[in-house]
């Protein structure tokens, strides 16, 4: 079965610094990854996605993940975070074309102002 | 406006009395799926269904049941809810395969006493 590992459960940090958050999954064959962000409040919304090509993807609100297959991680990143990054972050795989998705158990960040 | 809706939003109840929660989204979406969220754990895929009365399980299945009688409502039943099945539940659909961008619910929020 598929797994899905982000490193840290918390981070705390002050705006404008750099956020990395990592994350590790299990399957070996083609897959395609997500990254989901909570804010408080409020129901998961997908800030980016990888399926296939640039292993540098672009998503909302200057996030960036790089999908590295050789090391099965997908790491999120910004550059310099806000007070309104504050959210919990949840890495997801699938296997391509396949039905399950399989979360990572979530990294709360705490920005502060 | 396309979404996802869940009721109730938050539901107190006790152990042993039958509970449903709706599901029903407005996009036309063939593939609907049930998480838990729980502290640590992130989420947990309940179950799925892609279309039309074909469902099946996911990680965490035991104590639930589902039904899809309509593409657009798939709701969750708690035929004797249990204390460790007190949650943060959510309800997410797709385009078409699980593999596919999913769009979630707002969340219900339940308490087994």
């Known amino acids: 079965a598929q797994s899905v590992s982000q490193h840290n459960h918390h981070v705390i940090l002050s705006e404008a610094a750099s956020l990395e958050l990592g994350c590790n999954y299990s399957y070996g064959g083609t897959v395609n990854l997500f990254w989901y962000v909570q804010y408080p409040g409020q129901h998961l919304q997908l800030l980016l996605k990888?399926?296939?090509?640039?292993?540098l993807v672009k998503g909302i609100k200057g996030f960036e993940a790089e999908f590295i297959k050789s090391k099965f991680s997908f790491n999120l990143r910004k550059p310099s975070v806000q007070w309104s990054d504050t959210a919990e972050y949840f890495c997801a795989v699938n296997r391509a074309a396949g039905n399950k998705l399989t979360f990572g158990g979530g990294t709360r960040v705490l920005v502060k102002p | 406006e396309a979404q996802v809706t869940q009721n109730p939003r938050y539901l107190i109840t006790v152990t042993g009395k039958k509970l449903t929660v709706t599901c029903s989204q407005n996009m036309n979406h063939e593939y609907m799926s049930w998480y838990r969220q729980d502290p640590g754990l992130g989420l947990r895929q309940i179950y799925y269904?892609?279309?039309?009365?074909?469902?099946d399980k996911g990680d965490v299945p035991e104590g639930y049941k589902v039904s899809r009688k309509e593409k657009r409502n798939f709701p969750l039943i708690l035929e004797s809810p249990s204390p460790n099945q007190t949650s943060l539940y959510f309800c997410?659909?797709?385009?078409?395969?699980?593999?596919?961008?999913?769009?979630f619910g707002p969340g219900t929020r339940l308490l087994v006493l």
């Open positions: 990888y399926f296939s090509g640039d292993p």
């Open positions: 997410a659909s797709s385009t078409r395969q699980g593999s596919e961008t999913q769009y």
């Open positions: 269904s892609m279309n039309v009365e074909v469902t």
